[in-house]
Structures are given as C-alpha cells and as structure tokens.
C-alpha cells in the first residue's frame, strides 16, 4: 500500500509570512499533483510536477518534486488571507491495476490571519 | 456549465436505509471516480471507471455499487446506509488515468 505522509496536517501564520508544505513517501510515483480545497467545494488542480527535480512556480506559489519522484514540497512566499484553505497532494501511477489511483495526503489546513 | 456535477448536494437520512448519489460530467472525459472524504479530510478513492469499465475498486463493502451507464455519468447507489458511511462523497473525472482529475463539489451524507 503506498501512503503520502504530509505535514504539517495544520499551519497557522500571519499575513506576509512564508511557509513550506511537505509531501513525503517511500513510493516512487509517476507524478504528483497538488489540490487546493476551499468550504463546501472539491478540490481544485494547482500543479502537475513530472519529472524528478522539477520546479513549478504559479505566482508565489513555488513546486518541487523530489529526485527520486517519492517526495514533493509546497513553498508560499508572502502568504495572503486569500490562500486559506486545504492543500492537498496526490501521488500519481503510471498503469496496470493502479490505472488512474491517486494517492492522497492527509491535507494541510492553512489559516492566513489578516 | 459545471464540469462535474453531482447530486444531491446534501443527503440526510437513517440508518439501514438505501440511497443513491448522481454524478454527471460534460468535459468529455472517459475516466470517473468516486472518493470518500473523511471528517479528517483524508480523501480515499472508492472506484474509478474507463469508459464504462470498472478498472479500481478499493476495499469498500459491497453495499456500495457503482454503475456507468455511459462514460458521461457514475452513479453510486448504498445500500443498507450504517453510521459509518457518514462522509463528503466526491465524484471526479480525468481524460485519462493519469491526467488530472477534475471534482465536483461534493454529496455530503449525513446517517441519523
């Protein structure tokens, strides 16, 4: 069974601060996804990260996947009261009987305060 | 002109009672799922479907049984509802297996 092990599982920081979301596993996983959830909604597709040492960057929002493709962070710079929410990751399988799995994090519940 | 729609919205009922969630999406895709989110927020995937198919089907109790009548809806009916199936369902859809997935905005089931 392939688990993500995502912390921290809460973050709670002021407006303007910096903070990194960890996604970690022993599995190697043919690419990684990371969500972002808001109240009463699914959630929502951020990024894809594919290739091992990838970097993404939406807006200040910065991606990496890990070498080895078993781990990925999520770095926020200048954090708004815009960016609550619940932030997922997803490990991806290439095929046979893990066609189309995802594997998901606990979630990070991020509190901005103004 | 919602991707993935799914109803009802809200879903309250007894236990021991059978119940059935709707989920229809428009984005031509040929994969659809259905997760189960807990009240911790771990989101678990329950069945996935290609093109009419069933391709995953987690450990979940047979008293959950999907249905594709064509690749463009994945029903899920329960049956015999316990206090335990008491969650946020989501249905989702991906062009392929490994393209990403695409949610609607959730059944929350609620087992008096």
């Known amino acids: 069974t392939q688990l993500l092990e995502q912390s921290p599982q809460f973050l709670s920081i002021q407006e303007g601060e910096n903070l990194t979301v960890y996604c970690n596993s022993s599995?190697?996983?043919?690419?990684l996804q990371w969500y972002r959830q808001e109240p009463g909604e699914g959630p929502v597709l951020l990024v894809t990260?594919?290739?091992?040492?990838e970097v993404k960057k939406l807006k200040r929002l910065t991606f990496q996947f890990g070498d080895a493709r078993k781990d990925s962070s999520l770095h926020i710079t200048a954090a708004q009261p815009g960016d609550t929410g619940l932030y997922l990751c997803?490990?991806?399988?290439?095929?046979?009987?893990?066609?189309?799995?995802?594997?998901f994090g606990q979630g990070t519940i991020l509190t901005v305060h103004p | 002109d919602t991707a993935v729609s799914q109803t009802p919205k809200y879903l309250v009922t007894q236990m021991g009672n059978d119940k059935s969630i709707k989920c229809e999406q428009n984005?031509?895709?040929?994969?659809m799922y259905w997760y189960k989110q807990d009240s911790k927020k771990f989101l678990k995937i329950m069945f996935s479907?290609?093109?009419?198919?069933?391709?995953i089907n987690e450990t979940v109790p047979n008293r959950f049984s999907p249905k594709s009548p064509d690749k463009a809806h994945l029903n899920l009916h329960i049956n015999s509802l316990e206090l335990g199936d008491s969650a946020v369902y989501f249905c989702?859809?991906?062009?392929?297996?490994?393209?990403?997935?695409?949610f609607g905005d959730g059944t929350r089931l609620s087992i008096l």
């Open positions: 989702a859809s991906s062009h392929h297996g490994n393209q990403p997935q695409h």
């Open positions: 599995s190697v996983f043919s690419s």
């Open positions: 990260v594919v290739t091992g040492g």
């Open positions: 997803a490990g991806a399988n290439a095929g046979g009987t893990s066609y189309g799995k995802l594997t």
């Open positions: 984005l031509g895709h040929d994969t």
């Open positions: 479907y290609n093109n009419k198919e069933l391709i």
